[in-house]
């Protein structure tokens, strides 16, 4: 096995042992990223960052002083902003973009430890479920069916085939309605996106302020535990950031939910819902059932009213978070011809640097919002989230200590098949993530099984607000029973 | 205490049209700097005058990912300002994204409070002269971020953006349509810089633009505004108009005159104003269209995301009333029940906190009126006359009080007292001490005064004559001897005395 192959774990361990370096870690990823162009998923490359990050990494573990992520090395979506490094949210309207500062996610893992690699592709402002909306051009499933290039999902897709194909030990995503989990289940990885507030948005690209959440995408159920840990901080430069201690994710995962209360929600069972799908739902739902959890099927009446809400609220707030990119500071300006004035200048950078989906959903978002239409639409689908976060609340209140759902609809689909389909067909990959992110809770996707073609299927744990450690326990319960070791057979 | 004196209401100005009478009404929007040494959202600089995009933090610049963090100070400060205008403090409140594009404003959106105000229902009393005065209703305060500077002259191709402005707290303070001419109009926005600045909470600079308001002016017919308060329909009033970003007391007062005059002249003539921006040219003396209706921004408010509703204590509200220091209106009537002072004279002593402290200082254990003619005459005359400011003053309160207690003691006259004011303006020092060292001192000393007289009296038998025919005529010999003695002779005693000798009686 390659040192890049490693969990989080296996490589604290060893680092901790002296059975390597994470110098010889970090070397070992470089040469993984080097070797895996086709992949398209790192799109800028930090190598010289990363062996002096290793190096101190390694004095640091020499001393003693080996936090959880020391020496890990690990990928970071081009949506968080890392100070002297491009970070351009995959979109052209940010080209040659290198912030003055740093997330504070990324820079909560540098204090534990841990070694950047370089940026990870994504979809433009993470609007998308299929990594093609980039600038960078989308990135490339390392799980193959035949000859078809596969979608790792989106909007996290570089950071999920990077972990899928051992380019890094682990990544960091971003979830706004599932661009965590949806990838992850795409790539047959662990993702979590945590509790709305767990997590410090300060220094990632908005896309919807209010659904935003940052999370780690890894090889395995422990690792999310340690990485979620490292990322996560009460942050007073966030006001949405919840001061809360950070407890010991790792601890949590115990292995025993017997008592437990999983909840199968009735109306995720949609129509046309694959067989297949169905199937891994019930064998999910087996396995927790099996390890002494009981299993009770219970009621999220507003579920069919998420998609839409989301789909006015998301693009409401985008409109207004990406109105900042006019040309005016920094980033992409268009270059003006003779007579063109300000508005000219707007039209024109804007029209230039925003592609065809970050266009729609401003638009979407600029006519919600706009004079008339304001009520019939946002302030409606405000009141639709309070009732699909009632809805949840209700369960968890009459005792239910997670929900047990499909992460997607389907496995990942052929790169450019959506091309030509009405946009609203690609929202439908949110079907089963959406509502997770309108209520504010944690939701985890583990991998549990292939389908017929061979392509990885993951299954969505939801927890209780700011119960990640006890969802976690859930998910590693599913991750041991489900004994998901497939890996893609390498062809970049 | 009363906290504001007794008033009644004035009349509404009315303007005579070639037809008929009309009647303004006048609302006002007026935005007020927060006196604070950051920003609202942001650590960065207030400074006025530093180089242009200084004072910048990466929020104020709306670099990608920076949040908003409310300053807690400027909240504190929002609160201070609405105790102050008696209003209702709102514990919970919500900041509002307004959304348009300006390359003035970085972030695409302002951040403001349109649904829910920090500060709700309050007043101002308007001082219209002694014992008349507007109560102006206020309908609600909020904070929000003021926008940078867009530079058009320094390039004949280029704009420049100076952010140093951005992101700076204001008050919006909104007042109901309670104003009824012109005056009326400018006397509401100095009564409430005088408050805002009695409170700390605005330094009321109006040049620098840290004060600064939209009217609003309607027109209509005698007896229609009192139906509009009657029943709260806004349709008996006119279409108002809204004149943008007024600096300027004088301005304001032109401004409002010539647009209730041009909607008075489109009415009259059969049209219809249209509700529309204006802005005043005051080069031209008139208003102009700023952008129609088919131009109006659709502001597309929404609830900011990135900041959580604003929950403030009662507690915490109460401490800050607990530091409130006496305003305006209380102060004045102190004044005039204390001091036994005009409501005038009370209300020049009090137009600033810093001059009403010196008041009371000169006043504390003396004559009140006397104090106050003092530093109203004496004083402000020449600090105004030289253009100073009272912490500028080179007379101290002590120094004033001293002067007084002189008079008071009979060592000087009032002249001499004027002579004496002008060495402590000129020279400083300790009045007393000026008085002794310079033999000022009045002379009470009969003695000298009975020599001054027989010598005056010897000397001129002819006048002595004359004034035993014609007892008016005595003051001709208390001149002279004031005259011989330089001044300090006390009038009364040389009088009395000079009546004595010429047998005049009693």
């Not at chain 1, 051992?166 to 599932?178: I, K, Q, S, W």
């Not at chain 1, 859930?474 to 070791?485: I, K, P, R, S, T």
């Not at chain 2, 002279?480 to 009693?506: C, D, F, H, I, S």
Request: glycine letters at 10%.
């Amino acid at each position: 096995m390659s040192l890049n192959e490693l969990t989080i774990s296996a490589a604290r361990d060893a680092l901790r042992k002296g059975d390597t370096t994470a110098v010889e870690l970090t070397e070992a990823c470089l040469g993984a990223i080097e070797g895996a162009g086709a992949l398209n998923a790192f799109v800028h490359h930090t190598p010289e960052i990363a062996l002096e990050q290793a190096r101190g990494a390694d004095a640091r573990i020499k001393a003693g002083d080996a936090p959880a992520m020391c020496g890990i090395p690990v990928g970071i979506k081009d949506l968080f902003c890392t100070r002297g490094v491009a970070s351009q949210a995959a979109s052209r309207i940010l080209e040659g973009f290198r912030p003055e500062y740093e997330s504070t996610v990324t820079q909560n893992l540098w204090d534990a430890g841990a070694v950047m690699l370089g940026k990870l592709n994504m979809d433009e402002f993470a609007m998308g479920s299929s990594n093609e909306t980039a600038c960078y051009g989308p990135v490339v499933n390392p799980w193959k069916v035949d000859d078809r290039r596969l979608t790792p999902g989106g909007s996290s897709g570089g950071s999920a085939a990077a972990v899928a194909a051992d380019l890094c030990l682990a990544a960091t995503g971003t979830d706004t309605g599932g661009s965590i989990r949806q990838p992850a289940a795409f790539a047959g990885i662990v993702g979590i996106k945590p509790t709305y507030g767990r997590v410090s948005r300060w220094g990632v690209v908005a896309f919807a302020s209010s659904l935003d959440q940052a999370g780690p995408m890894t090889k395995s159920v422990r690792d999310a535990a340690i990485m979620l840990g490292a990322m996560a901080s009460h942050d007073p430069k966030d006001s949405t950031s919840a001061d809360l201690p950070v407890p010991d994710f790792e601890a949590a995962l115990t292995g025993d939910i017997r008592g437990k209360k999983i909840g199968i929600p009735r109306e995720y069972r949609m129509e046309g819902m694959p067989a297949e799908i169905e199937a891994l739902w019930h064998k999910g739902a087996e396995m927790l059932k099996d390890a002494g959890a009981e299993i009770v099927e219970i009621s999220l009446p507003h579920t069919k009213y998420a998609l839409p809400a989301y789909y006015v609220i998301a693009p409401a707030e985008a409109s207004s978070n990406l109105a900042r990119y006019d040309g005016v500071r920094y980033g992409h300006r268009a270059r003006l011809g003779q007579g063109d004035g300000i508005t000219e200048m707007y039209e024109k950078t804007r029209a230039e640097g925003f592609g065809p989906e970050v266009q729609r959903r401003i638009m979407i978002g600029t006519y919600v919002l706009s004079a008339g239409f304001y009520d019939a639409y946002y302030n409606r689908a405000r009141k639709v989230r309070a009732l699909i976060k009632r809805d949840f609340d209700t369960v968890f209140a009459a005792g239910i200590d997670a929900i047990l759902t499909p992460a997607t609809p389907s496995s990942a689909f052929g790169l450019g098949e959506m091309a030509n389909a009405d946009p609203v067909e690609m929202y439908l990959n949110d079907v089963f993530t959406v509502t997770v992110n309108l209520a504010g809770l944690p939701g985890v996707s583990v991998p549990v099984g292939l389908d017929a073609r061979g392509l990885p299927l993951g299954l969505q744990l939801i927890g209780r607000p700011w119960a990640e450690g006890d969802l976690l326990n859930h998910a590693h319960v599913l991750e041991q029973a489900a004994g998901f070791v497939a890996k893609p057979a390498r062809w970049w | 205490m009363l906290d504001h004196l007794a008033y009644r209401t004035p009349e509404p100005k009315v303007i005579a049209g070639a037809k008929a009478d009309w009647e303004l009404v006048i609302g006002l929007e007026v935005h007020a700097q927060v006196a604070s040494n950051a920003k609202l959202f942001s650590g960065a600089s207030t400074t006025f005058g530093s180089e242009p995009n200084a004072n910048v933090a990466f929020v104020d610049a709306a670099m990608p990912g920076m949040l908003p963090v409310i300053n807690e100070f400027c909240v504190a400060q929002a609160v201070r300002t609405g105790l102050g205008l008696k209003a209702q403090i709102n514990l919970t409140s919500a900041f509002d994204r307004k959304n348009y594009f300006y390359p003035d404003l970085p972030q695409g959106y302002q951040i403001s409070q349109l649904y829910h105000p920090i500060v709700g229902e309050g007043e101002i009393i308007v001082d219209m002269g002694p014992g008349i005065a507007r109560r102006v209703r206020i309908e609600r305060i909020h904070l929000e971020q003021d926008a940078g500077k867009s530079i058009h002259d320094m390039d004949p191709n280029m704009s420049f953006v100076d952010l140093n402005r951005t992101g700076v707290a204001l008050m919006e303070i909104v007042s109901r349509p309670d104003i009824r001419g012109p005056e009326e109009a400018a006397a509401y926005v100095g009564k409430l810089r005088q408050i805002l600045r009695y409170l700390g909470t605005c330094d009321g600079n109006m040049q620098n633009g840290n004060l600064r308001c939209d009217v609003n002016v309607s027109i209509c017919r005698p007896g229609a505004y009192e139906k509009f308060i009657e029943t709260g329909d806004f349709s008996y009033l006119g279409i108002r108009c809204e004149i943008k970003n007024m600096n300027s007391m004088r301005f304001i007062q032109q401004a409002i005159d010539y647009e209730a005059r041009r909607q008075i002249a489109i009415v009259e003539d059969g049209g219809a104003v249209v509700q529309e921006t204006r802005l005043y040219d005051p080069d031209r003396g008139e208003t102009r269209s700023m952008r129609s209706k088919e131009e109006a921004h659709d502001y597309r408010y929404f609830p900011c995301p990135d900041l959580l509703p604003l929950e403030i204590e009662q507690a915490w509200v109460d401490d800050i009333a607990a530091t409130m220091p006496e305003l305006p209106d209380a102060k004045k009537a102190r004044f005039v029940a204390d001091f036994g002072l005009t409501e005038y004279d009370a209300g020049v002593l009090t137009a600033e906190a810093e001059n009403a402290a010196f008041f009371e200082a000169v006043a504390a254990g003396r004559d009140g009126k006397q104090a106050a003619n003092w530093v109203i005459n004496e004083l402000f005359g020449r600090l105004n006359k030289q253009g100073l400011a009272i912490a500028d003053s080179p007379v101290s309160a002590a120094q004033l009080g001293g002067v007084l207690d002189l008079i008071g003691a009979g060592e000087i006259s009032g002249k001499i007292a004027k002579d004496l004011f002008e060495i402590l303006w000129t020279e400083g020092g300790d009045p007393a001490q000026i008085v002794e060292a310079r033999g000022m001192k009045q002379v009470t000393d009969t003695g000298a005064i009975e020599t001054a007289v027989d010598a005056i009296i010897a000397a001129n038998p002819a006048q002595v004559e004359k004034a035993r025919a014609n007892p008016k005529l005595a003051g001709w010999f208390t001149g002279q001897v004031l005259k011989a003695t330089g001044g300090k002779a006390n009038p009364a005693v040389v009088n009395e005395m000079v009546a004595r000798k010429l047998g005049l009686g009693e």
